[in-house]
T-cell receptor, first 110, second 118 residues
Framework: DQQVKQNSPSLSVQEGRISILNCDYT??????FLWYKKYPAEGPTFLIS?????DKNEDGRFTVFLNKSAKHLSLHIVPSQPGDSAVYFC?????????FGKGTRLHILP | EAQVTQNPRYLITVTGKKLTVTCSQN?????MSWYRQDPGLGLRQIYY???????DKGDVPEGYKVSRKEKRNFPLILESPSPNQTSLYFC?????????????????FGPGTRLLVL
């Protein structure tokens, strides 16, 4: 039973445009959500997070939106840059466990 | 330099031969965790540790053991490896519990250990 779902395995976006990565979850008890970025041959690195009591968090080019009624969150990257090409993992935490989605591979096209 | 290190980075072994993957962090972090990454399945938590001598199961603990005798080290032990444990393994650490691992905390991941069990 997959509690955190990233339904798009891959996404291609033109450089300079907005990248929107989506994540759905099933457990309404999750209290914190995180996005990680992963390059090949490296460990994931933290990108941005949001508490379940908020609906938006912004950090530079990255903004995460949380829609609790829809159990949906999204990561917006504006403007997209070539270095943003990576796999992005959505994660949710509950009781000190962290559950990751399967990841979405983002390709930034020149 | 603050970091999480894992050894070995690559390992090929045979079914049933016990192995240990070491993980060490130099940031005095309380929380440490092991994950495995498999194609199409993303990252799945194996075990985590809230502090020294405190460990708990994640989502996929079967076939693995861990220990936390010191704050900086969190080895992953495969007593009798099987081919379905072929995977990419990541260790991670987080500064402190402070209301929960996810709140205002981020995990620092090691570079990964690629394991092949024949």
């Amino acid at each position: 039973d997959q509690q955190v779902k990233q339904n798009s395995p891959s996404l291609s976006v033109q450089e300079g445009r907005i990248s929107i990565l989506n994540c759905d979850y099933t457990n309404s008890m999750f209290d914190y959500f995180l996005w990680y970025k992963k390059y090949p041959a490296e460990g994931p690195t933290f990108l941005i997070s949001i508490s379940s009591i908020k609906d938006k968090n912004e950090d530079g080019r990255f903004t995460v939106f949380l829609n609790k009624s829809a159990k949906h969150l999204s990561l917006h990257i504006v403007p997209s840059q070539p270095g943003d090409s990576a796999v992005y993992f959505c994660a949710a935490s509950l009781d000190d466990k962290i559950i990751f989605g399967k990841g979405t591979r983002l390709h930034i096209l020149p | 330099e603050a970091q999480v290190t894992q050894n070995p980075r690559y390992l090929i072994t045979v079914t049933g031969k016990k192995l240990t993957v070491t993980c060490s962090q130099n940031m005095n972090h309380e929380y440490m965790s092991w994950y495995r990454q498999d194609p199409g399945l993303g990252l799945r938590q194996i075990y985590y540790s809230m502090n020294v001598e405190v460990t708990d199961k994640g989502d996929v603990p079967e076939g693995y053991k861990v220990s936390r005798k010191e704050k900086r080290n969190f080895p992953l032990i495969l007593e009798s490896p099987s081919p379905n444990q072929t995977s990419l393994y990541f260790c991670a650490s987080t500064p402190g519990l402070a209301g929960g691992v996810g709140r205002r905390e981020t995990q620092y991941f090691g570079p990964g250990t690629r394991l092949l069990v024949l």
